[in-house]
């Protein structure tokens, strides 16, 4: 962190600001010019609040030089991180992807649809049994039962299990039956259940909220990992904008950002960025192209009667085919499918 | 809800489109014209799902001509709402005005600056003892020692107390010593914290979510509501966009407009809108004069030290001072403060 | 600006900045530290691509302390300007209110409107001849003949006249019959037309684009000054965002922000930010509260027949009723009406 | 286009909106429910003003079913149209690849790099003589120098050249000179240089507004087409949102939304989208992967003394070895390069 002080500040502003920094524990490396005083800040730049720090006397401006994160950062960690959880591993040269239906709805077809994206490839199986809908009249999910045909479909295919977890009161649930816990965007900023989460030391599958940029992202993982959970699989699904066309706007530039500030795995989710099944294809294409570590796509036996989001799924047809294309860009970028 | 049917749909197609919405326990008002048939839903159009009715065999286009919301909907209950908190009414004549620190620091602090904005005619006191930060390095509040210094406070002057909930474990704390639980812009789509809160009956202050529609912001109030709880008051408190001189952008026709489709309260909080102390004056007089039923204000005694969001605290006398300009505003708009 | 050279420069890539700097004829302060050399510049830093120098061997980050904008800047014209056209004075203590329709459409029409909004006490009659419809095929305005029927409304009722213009193509036909030259939030980056307009003199009124920062849209009037015309009203007419229930998010906030940042005058449209006429009133009130020089608005004597835009038109009356209410809140305001 | 009448609108009313629309030349389907009339708008509805239309006595809502976009859209001219500009060919199998320095500087640069990236496999020398700048203090282009230079190139490679026009002034100069008229972000919604561009019949490559949507992307186009110039590539080059990581938000999104939608071809600018070289080829590959027709790539021998735009132009070597990368993707897609 740099302070730039006003060309006219006075010493007594200067030592100030001076003695605040380093009552914080931090050194300060002062650099006087002819017309201006630059604070080089020296430790731990996040223990001070740039906001506040600005409106002191004399300060002109106050600027960050490092990230905010650090158990995340590629600085501290540069090698590239792989999460494991059960037979899945994301982040190494084999792409992961997690395919199934948005949610469970009965064990007939959770089991079926396992079967059936193992059978093209996949590597995790996904589905929903708390499901958060914008209308508190809309199919909630089937909650604990759903949860329950997750792990019969498990045992039928091997598949480790991907499942979105709502509520703390669910935690423990989650800790016994589900491989990766995902935190779906509009939960990507409750921090309480990041600090559960993390706590717990399983894989979690962090989605970036709809309005959140790459920095906000990276320090919710921080939150997770600040726990001592450092297991974090990173998934762009797509941000807001003005755009009507899609129902949000997939952010691919974010994986090579993502990839060069941090040594956290990240994946996408074409189906909800898009919102069309008929985008799935393209935009599943484009991500392993841009650098993705894997995908995560719904797919459903018979998406005109899904539950919820069938207009986004694909069915295992679909699904079987647009593997068989992944796997020669995945070759083009060095990595299996 | 209208169906618009393809023009050359089968008749088969058509049939099982009725049959569906029927099934929902719908009624259809079939209108056949010479080219393409059109089918009106009557009932709860909330039980359809439009994305997937929308990709049913023979179906053009789903138009939803009402809104989702209900309870929240100025439509079935055309009178303005007006929500009580102890001595507080949000939504009458009179407007609230809620102000203290962003985060409660000490008893002198918190009882200083209550006695400083009652004296200038606040009606409630806002602290926070739960703080929601973008990192997880920074100080995240006092906690429930935090709350115990509201509850102090209160004593002192009387004002009713207004503070936010991050976390379900902490309901029975806020039900007991809080007298209106403040849900804040990054759990606005937490459906289960929304859940949990409304079952408890208590008044809530729902923030609109950063990058929230008006219509999301209005099902969220309706998750609470569909607990049985009416007593929601709503609150502006600015949307994310490429702008960056101001920390967000506050949307200030979200005031008519939500005044007009629902009769719940809505306040504005021009201090979090904007981020800058300077803004807050203007910012405040200019949601008064759209409509506002009243404001959240982060009053300050000492602005440079808050221990967080010092850069958009007024001091005291500023606010006395606002509040004398707010009152003239407010008789321009047939109110009191 | 400031170059924080990194921790580990070298001295010759040190000298090599200082160098750049040095030619483009600037004063380069240097403030080395135990760790960490700054490089103040003295100048015109204007002059510097910042972009460019950040990706200079040694360069850390390039930090910009000024803003890029000077004839705009109230740092160095601390006083209020006041645009001048006609009888219409903006940026005084009496507000401006330029009123009319969206666009021309016939003598009878014109002439009757601006009568009516003289009669309220509207400042300057504001009709579109040139048309920016995004349909090719939707009406593009009357183009030559609407200005003429503009200036017999202005002989009828001596209120100047503001229109928009969009071609240099008309330039000499501006300049000779329309008081102010309006240039469209589409056009608001057009800088071969800035030059023109700004190499004409005329006073000139700027919108800003629809998805333009504060700073763009300062650089823009920056444009115009540039050639010596120093008559820039600024004009805030709504932003892009995700929010649908309006065409455009107001950005209130914008107005005290300028205001700092800039002596031009700044007005308000709330109807082509908005695109319904019930928003109009309070979204105008709003606007004068937060300090605005005056708006601009669409009055038509049928909006439900208006050429264009008649959705957010309001008509004469309701002009008459509106103009009464602005009093009020201008008289809070210190201003006059 | 289908316009819903109110539940108990008055016949009257109904009448009153089927003669408008009569009138208009269109014919009217008229279907009767018990509860509801809704009317059908069979023939050109881009005729009608939706938004007028909504606002008429009775009428509920009106629903545009078909888009507003005739000569671009793929319903009418089902296949893909190929672009042709000497050599070049945009929308083939063959992927078109234009590159080339930001702005022209001297015949040495651009020739020097127009035989690099010749050699490179590029199928169109890019380069910028009017340069549309946010400051008038920044450097603006060589102008007509500028323009020569890059003919001179262009006899040295017989690379097609492609540049951006700002001023219908200059239309003669790039009839006679430029192979394809860029138009820039900027100027997407310049109406009137778009219709004399369109007059001139011209190949010309327009980019997405940066705060457009494929809507208006596409009328922009139209605009050009209904002056009968069928000749235009789309360019994607970003879109303005909250993230500042990066310098716009690339949509790739809208590559496969275009193709559907439109016949047109679309390729895609991933220099200035991000800003930033090292995310060049990542999203390069990116776009091929998700159906782009080409890239527009940035090449500068030096980039860091480049005079505008340095940060993301890469150097000679670096875009072939995108080339070799990007081969490789295009062989996947069923494309060459």
Avoid at 68 to 82: L, Q, V, Y
Avoid at 95 to 102: H, Q
Wanted: charge should be negative; charged fraction near 25%; glycine fraction near 8%.
């Amino acid at each position: 962190m740099i302070v730039v002080m006003k060309a006219g500040a006075k010493p007594s502003e200067i030592e100030a600001v001076k003695e605040e920094l380093i009552q914080l524990g931090l050194s300060v490396d002062e650099s006087r010019g002819a017309a201006q005083t630059v604070l080089g800040v020296v430790g731990d730049a996040g223990l001070v609040d740039k906001e506040r720090m600005a409106i002191r006397p004399g300060v002109e401006r106050v600027v960050r030089v490092q990230e905010p994160f650090k158990r995340a950062n590629r600085k501290f960690h540069p090698d590239d991180t792989i999460v494991k959880a059960g037979s899945l591993e994301v982040g190494g040269k084999a792409l992961a992807v997690m395919a199934g239906p948005c949610s469970v709805e009965s064990e007939e077809q959770v089991t079926a649809i396992a079967k059936a994206v193992k059978a093209a490839g996949a590597s995790a199986l996904r589905g929903g049994a708390f499901k958060p809908r914008t209308s508190p009249y809309a199919f909630q999910g089937m909650g604990i039962e759903g949860i329950r045909l997750l792990v019969e479909a498990k045992k039928a295919t091997g598949l480790p299990i991907v499942s979105e977890m709502m509520s703390p009161h669910h935690l423990e649930l989650f800790e016994d039956l589900v491989d990766v816990i995902q935190i779906g965007a509009r939960n990507m900023q409750n921090f309480d259940l990041l600090k559960e989460v993390g706590a717990s030391g399983k894989p979690v599958l962090l989605k970036r909220g709809l309005s959140s940029t790459i920095e906000e992202w990276l320090m919710s993982a921080e939150y997770i990992m600040a726990q001592g959970d450092s297991k974090v699989i990173l998934c762009e699904r797509g941000i807001r904008t003005f755009e009507t066309y899609t129902r949000n706007t997939l952010d691919l530039s974010a994986i090579p950002v993502v990839k060069r500030l941090s040594h956290l795995p990240v994946i996408v989710d074409p189906s909800h960025a898009s919102g069309q099944a008929a985008l799935v294809e393209p935009l599943a294409m484009a991500a392993i192209a841009a650098g993705a570590d894997g995908l995560i796509i719904e797919v459903h036996n018979n998406p005109a009667c899904a539950l919820c989001d069938g207009a986004q799924s694909i069915n295992p047809d679909q699904f079987a085919s647009l593997m068989e294309r992944l796997s020669a860009v995945a070759s083009v970028m060095g990595r299996t499918l």
